[in-house]
């Protein structure tokens, strides 16, 4: 399904409207598949693994303030296409708000970008991991 998507966004794009996604953003609040209450993690910076979006590589970093995920950077994402950009322009915001409303990494899947979730989720996952109390 991702892969229609990235071709047809691919070959019928004529005018690209959207904004480049940053490297570093602002947010406020993540957690993990545990679903840990608000203010169970260590304050600092966690670098999650890298992950496999299969048109290109996600990595994140959570940041923890006052034992809550207050910002999510993306360090890697999919960039190197005009489809691969849009699709992580608007995917990767979505899933970087819910996730720090939720306190943890276990997001919705957005429509047409499942692969970029999935790694969105395995990174993010990673990094709360190490941010446990």
């Known amino acids: ?9 691919g070959q019928n794009r004529t005018k690209d409207n959207t904004q480049p996604l940053t490297q570093t953003t602002t ?3 993540v957690s993990d598949y545990t679903h840990l209450s608000a203010g169970q993690y260590r304050d600092g910076n966690y670098t999650g693994s890298i992950a496999d979006a299969y048109y290109g590589n996600i990595q994140v970093k959570a940041l923890i303030k006052n034992g809550k995920l ?3 950077q993306f360090l890697q994402y999919p960039n190197d296409r005009p489809s ?3 699709i992580s322009n608007q995917s990767l915001p979505q899933l970087k708000k819910e996730a720090i409303q939720s306190q943890n990494a276990q997001v919705d899947i957005v429509s047409g970008a499942t692969q970029t979730s999935q ?4 990174s993010l996952q990673n990094a709360l991991q190490q ?3």
């Not at 399904?1 to 966004?9: D, E, G, P, S, W």
């Not at 790694?119 to 395995?122: N, T």
């Open 1 to 9: 399904m991702a892969f229609v998507l990235y071709a047809v966004l």
């Open 27 to 29: 947010s406020k609040t």
């Open 119 to 122: 790694a969105f989720q395995e």
């Open 84 to 86: 691969s950009t849009e």
């Open 70 to 72: 207050i910002d999510i």
């Open 131 to 133: 941010a446990r109390t």
